[in-house]
């Protein structure tokens, strides 16, 4: 038996290898030391840290409506109540993202109707025409492991039929689709400043608004009572009653906030690390046999921090073989559709949508979808990825792939297919 690639933890945040530099700590230290942990408070609202970080985010992405909250679940939930959705609505959403998001619709009084993913992982924009008709009142598209989803198309899908569309950026904070943020595309939009995400402050995150109505619902919804939903904006303030919205108390604290401000001087920095190590190993994986990198829907649409490729036609058994022929080479490597696994970004293991369901049951639901996943396999990207970590990554699937070409038969069709976005365009 050969010798491991590597033989060192494949980093990632949960081990503690996250993009934190010891300046931003100052931040967080300094809102301790004021004593004032309450974003409503006796300073104007720009002089809190949370204010600060919101006017921060909002030159950033290019809007007015920011709203810092306490995670990117929240930040979901808000976006779909700021709407104003009747009880019960029906709402749209991939069958490939976290568990958040349906959680999310959940939460907002809404009930998930899933749509199939294309082959890339992407929402299928067919399907959700499809789902479409079926009186759903909302969609939620997610940028999934940071890649854009088709918006284009989504977008013209939904202004046609009058829907309104929430954006679960949550993974894709910086990542931009045509030269605009996404986030920032549809009616709402929606981040995380988890962990793993690109602004790391534990837990939180945030929520973007194009309406202003809209953004003071969501601001009053959050957790701000008595008017102090004025305070968030610069000029007069739209006219609603806040004692006619509960209040969720789903509020980023001045703590958070102080470091996820510090965070953003070196954000760009960041994300150009992320960028260049997941090409580096994409150009250098593209000729492996018997795999397909997932695809962009544009170039340089996605984040950067996960690898996904997949086995194209390959059993769901040896896909798991080889992701954990990986490990084995010290690659933290997962097959996404292993049946035996409590993925939760798997919609077969949302079993709070599927009581008294199987889960070839809830597979069947969207065929598509599960096929595609049982096809794939996931390696976390730490932006504190070194050279030679991204060298070890792809020597490992080198090795692993090119050991396993030779006996791999003819891959089978991937069934039910339907058509490739470059059909359905």
Same mark, same amino acid.
């Given at each position: 038996?050969?010798?491991?690639?590597?033989?060192?933890?494949?980093?990632?945040?949960?081990?503690?290898?996250?993009?934190?530099?010891?300046?931003?700590?100052?931040?967080?230290?300094?809102?301790?030391?004021?004593?004032?942990?309450?974003?409503?408070?006796?300073?104007?609202?720009?002089?809190?840290?949370v204010?600060?970080f919101?006017?921060?985010?909002?030159?950033?992405?290019?809007?007015?409506?920011?709203?810092?909250?306490?995670?990117?679940?929240?930040?979901?939930?808000?976006?779909?109540?700021?709407?104003?959705?009747?009880?019960?609505?029906?709402?749209?959403?991939?069958?490939?993202?976290?568990?958040?998001?349906?959680s999310?619709?959940?939460?907002?009084?809404?009930?998930?109707?899933?749509?199939e993913?294309?082959e890339?992982?992407?929402?299928?924009?067919?399907?959700?025409?499809?789902?479409?008709?079926?009186?759903?009142?909302?969609?939620?598209?997610?940028?999934?492991?940071?890649?854009?989803?088709?918006?284009?198309?989504?977008?013209?899908?939904?202004?046609?039929?009058?829907?309104?569309?929430?954006?679960?950026?949550?993974?894709a904070?910086?990542?931009?689709?045509?030269?605009?943020?996404?986030?920032?595309?549809?009616?709402?939009?929606?981040?995380?400043?988890?962990?793993?995400?690109?602004?790391?402050?534990?837990?939180?995150?945030?929520?973007?608004?194009?309406?202003?109505?809209?953004?003071?619902?969501?601001?009053?919804?959050?957790?701000?009572?008595?008017?102090?939903?004025?305070?968030?904006?610069?000029?007069?303030?739209?006219?609603?009653?806040?004692?006619?919205?509960?209040?969720?108390?789903?509020?980023?604290?001045?703590?958070?906030?102080?470091?996820?401000? $510090? %965070?953003?001087? &070196? @954000?760009?920095? /960041?994300? +150009?690390?992320?960028?260049?190590?997941?090409?580096? !190993?994409?150009?250098?994986?593209?000729?492996?046999?018997?795999?397909?990198?997932?695809?962009?829907?544009?170039?340089?649409?996605?984040?950067g921090?996960?690898?996904?490729?997949?086995?194209?036609?390959?059993?769901?058994?040896?896909?798991v073989?080889?992701?954990?022929?990986?490990?084995?080479?010290?690659?933290?490597?997962?097959?996404?559709?292993?049946?035996?696994?409590?993925?939760?970004?798997?919609?077969?293991?949302?079993?709070?949508?599927?009581?008294?369901?199987?889960? $070839? %049951?809830?597979? &069947? @639901?969207?065929? /598509?979808? +599960?096929?595609?996943?049982?096809?794939?396999?996931? !390696?976390?990207?730490?932006?504190?990825?070194?050279?030679?970590?991204?060298?070890?990554?792809?020597?490992?699937?080198?090795?692993?792939?090119?050991?396993?070409?030779?006996?791999r038969?003819?891959?089978?069709?991937?069934?039910?297919?339907?058509?490739?976005?470059?059909?359905?365009?």
């Amino acid at each position: 038996m050969s010798e491991p690639i590597r033989t060192k933890a494949w980093p990632t945040y949960d081990k503690g290898h996250v993009f934190v530099d010891a300046e931003d700590l100052h931040a967080p230290r300094r809102a301790l030391d004021s004593r004032l942990y309450f974003r409503y408070d006796h300073r104007p609202y720009d002089e809190t840290e949370v204010g600060r970080f919101e006017r921060a985010l909002g030159r950033m992405l290019g809007t007015d409506h920011v709203l810092a909250v306490s995670s990117g679940t929240a930040a979901i939930a808000l976006g779909l109540l700021s709407l104003g959705l009747p009880p019960g609505s029906r709402v749209a959403c991939p069958g490939f993202t976290f568990a958040a998001t349906p959680s999310a619709i959940l939460l907002a009084g809404c009930r998930p109707v899933l749509v199939e993913c294309d082959e890339d992982l992407h929402l299928d924009v067919d399907d959700l025409g499809r789902k479409l008709a079926d009186d759903v009142r909302a969609i939620v598209v997610v940028h999934m492991r940071g890649f854009a989803s088709d918006m284009d198309r989504i977008l013209a899908l939904a202004r046609g039929r009058g829907v309104p569309v929430v954006e679960d950026a949550v993974p894709a904070l910086g990542v931009q689709l045509h030269g605009r943020a996404l986030g920032t595309l549809g009616d709402a939009g929606a981040f995380s400043t988890q962990s793993d995400k690109s602004l790391n402050t534990g837990e939180g995150g945030f929520l973007v608004c194009r309406d202003r109505v809209q953004f003071a619902r969501a601001i009053v919804l959050s957790g701000a009572y008595e008017g102090r939903y004025r305070k968030h904006f610069t000029g007069p303030a739209p006219e609603i009653c806040d004692l006619d919205y509960p209040l969720l108390s789903l509020r980023m604290d001045e703590i958070r906030a102080a470091l996820a401000r $510090a %965070e953003m001087a &070196r @954000l760009p920095l /960041r994300l +150009a690390r992320l960028r260049r190590n997941f090409e580096y !190993i994409a150009e250098r994986l593209a000729g492996v046999p018997g795999i397909r990198l997932r695809a962009p829907i544009a170039p340089g649409s996605l984040l950067g921090d996960a690898l996904i490729f997949r086995v194209p036609g390959a059993p769901v058994e040896d896909v798991v073989s080889a992701a954990a022929a990986l490990r084995r080479e010290g690659i933290a490597a997962r097959c996404l559709g292993a049946p035996d696994d409590a993925n939760v970004r798997c919609f077969w293991n949302w079993r709070f949508l599927f009581r008294g369901q199987t889960q $070839a %049951e809830v597979m &069947r @639901l969207l065929p /598509r979808t +599960a096929t595609w996943l049982g096809e794939a396999i996931d !390696i976390p990207l730490s932006p504190t990825l070194e050279r030679a970590d991204c060298d070890d990554l792809v020597a490992a699937v080198h090795k692993v792939f090119g050991r396993t070409a030779a006996r791999r038969p003819a891959p089978h069709a991937s069934a039910p297919a339907g058509p490739s976005r470059e059909e359905s365009r």
